[in-house]
């Protein structure tokens, strides 16, 4: 085994694999016997391979690997980059302008708030400051149990509800701080 394998390898051993995707999972039912490791670094040398030295294709490249795990650590980043033959910095860089793109592990609900003039105006501000408070996250940031992620947005494009949020893509409008906290206890609660 060569030395960069060797350094991959360990790498990708020191993610976090406590959160993955349901695709990821269920490959890993798949393959008995494989570990997370094995199963994630096939699928990278399948999506790299496919795309070699192929610098416009990072963003696909990105995309796949976004869905097949569900986030893009550090570690796979580099693999990428490598891969692609670009820097790291620039793998980086995309996946840092790109909301859809994640570096970390999301929760089960993932939250999105508006903080786009509409939303801000009804006071989306305090509904955002009410469920940082309530859950010890920032934006950009999942709670420790793995329950709830949270993103604030320029826009989702539903002005007339504002305020308003997505709960894994569902919208909820005409909130206020305690009616977000509500809805969102409903999801933890298995009530939605």
Same mark, same amino acid.
Not at 16 to 30: A, F, G, N, V
Not at 88 to 105: D, G, N, W
Not at 169 to 175: E, S, T, Y
């Given at each position: 085994?060569?030395?960069?394998?060797?350094? =991959?390898? *360990?790498?990708?051993?020191? !993610?976090?694999?406590?959160?993955?995707? &349901?695709?990821?999972?269920? *490959? @890993?039912?798949?393959?008995?016997?494989?570990?997370?490791?094995?199963? %994630?670094? #096939?699928?990278? =040398?399948?999506?790299? +391979?496919?795309?070699?030295?192929?610098?416009?294709?990072?963003?696909?490249?990105? /995309?796949? %690997?976004? $869905?097949?795990?569900?986030?893009? &650590?550090?570690?796979? #980043?580099?693999?990428?980059?490598?891969?692609?033959?670009? @820097? &790291?910095?620039? !793998?980086?860089?995309?996946?840092?302008?790109?909301?859809?793109?994640? +570096?970390?592990?999301?929760?089960?609900? *993932?939250?999105?708030?508006?903080?786009?003039?509409?939303?801000?105006?009804?006071?989306?501000?305090?509904?955002?400051?009410?469920?940082?408070?309530?859950?010890?996250?920032?934006?950009?940031?999942?709670? $420790?149990?793995?329950?709830?992620? @949270? =993103?604030? %947005?320029?826009?989702?494009?539903?002005?007339?509800?504002?305020?308003?949020?997505?709960?894994?893509?569902?919208? /909820?409008?005409?909130?206020? &701080?305690?009616?977000?906290?509500? !809805?969102?206890? *409903?999801?933890?609660?298995?009530?939605?």
């Amino acid at each position: 085994m060569s030395a960069l394998l060797e350094k =991959e390898l *360990q790498e990708l051993k020191e !993610v976090d694999w406590s959160r993955i995707s &349901p695709k990821l999972e269920k *490959q @890993l039912l798949e393959k008995e016997g494989d570990t997370i490791i094995d199963v %994630v670094h #096939q699928n990278l =040398e399948t999506i790299i +391979e496919n795309n070699r030295g192929k610098e416009e294709a990072l963003i696909e490249v990105l /995309h796949q %690997v976004q $869905d097949l795990i569900g986030f893009i &650590p550090k570690a796979v #980043q580099k693999k990428i980059a490598r891969g692609l033959g670009v @820097l &790291p910095t620039e !793998v980086a860089s995309v996946i840092s302008f790109y909301s859809h793109f994640s +570096e970390k592990a999301k929760g089960k609900y *993932q939250i999105a708030l508006c903080k786009g003039t509409a939303c801000y105006v009804k006071g989306s501000a305090e509904i955002i400051d009410k469920i940082k408070r309530k859950y010890g996250i920032e934006s950009g940031d999942t709670t $420790d149990d793995g329950f709830f992620s @949270l =993103e604030v %947005v320029r826009c989702l494009g539903a002005c007339g509800l504002a305020p308003v949020m997505t709960v894994n893509g569902k919208a /909820h409008g005409l909130l206020n &701080p305690e009616k977000a906290i509500s !809805v969102l206890e *409903q999801y933890k609660n298995g009530e939605m």
